[in-house]
């Protein structure tokens, strides 16, 4: 059985925001749902950067290690949702690096899991697709960027420079 996806939720996914619905429909066929139990460790930070996740139901916690969470990525539809991210997994899949954190289901989580190869065909058989998912991807992770930077300006955190 096929799933269905709520097309209209998906069009405002910072992810595949001015995608066409058919290309919506190309992504959404190049991916396999996958579920996690809350708990779950669907990411081991230092791991292959394999696959980029979209977060179809619940919610993601991002942590550098057991004890130090960064944040928490959703699949609501709550603004806090549409302008943290919905997605993860897309540094390593573009920059061919270990992960650079874990990433823990916070609930019962439901995930389109779309393999680095995947992508690539997608990139290469759609180049108007690939042109929109990576200035989506761009834009995301300099507002993740930007929002990380205030952070440690709010807290002081010193500079690593001698």
Do not use: C, W
């Not at 930007?146 to 010193?158: A, G």
Request: charged letters at 25%; a negative charge; aromatic letters at 6%.
């Amino acid at each position: 059985m096929t799933p269905s996806f709520d097309m209209e939720r998906l069009s405002e996914s910072p992810l595949l925001v001015a995608l066409t619905e058919s290309q919506i429909e190309k992504f959404l066929e190049a991916g396999s749902i996958v579920e996690y139990e809350e708990g779950a460790t669907i990411l081991q930070a230092g791991g292959v950067g394999d696959a980029l996740f979209l977060i179809l139901k619940g919610e993601v916690l991002i942590s550098l290690d057991e004890n130090t969470p960064v944040t928490v990525l959703s699949g609501e539809d709550t603004l806090a949702a549409q302008y943290e991210g919905d997605f993860f997994g897309e540094m390593s899949v573009l920059d061919h690096e270990p992960r650079a954190a874990s990433v823990i289901a916070a609930g019962q989580t439901r995930l389109l899991k779309i393999g680095k190869e995947a992508l690539y065909r997608l990139f290469k058989n759609d180049v108007d697709l690939q042109v929109v998912l990576l200035t989506n991807m761009g834009r995301i992770l300099s507002r993740r960027l930007r929002s990380t930077n205030l952070k440690m300006i709010k807290h002081k955190v010193p500079s690593t420079r001698s």
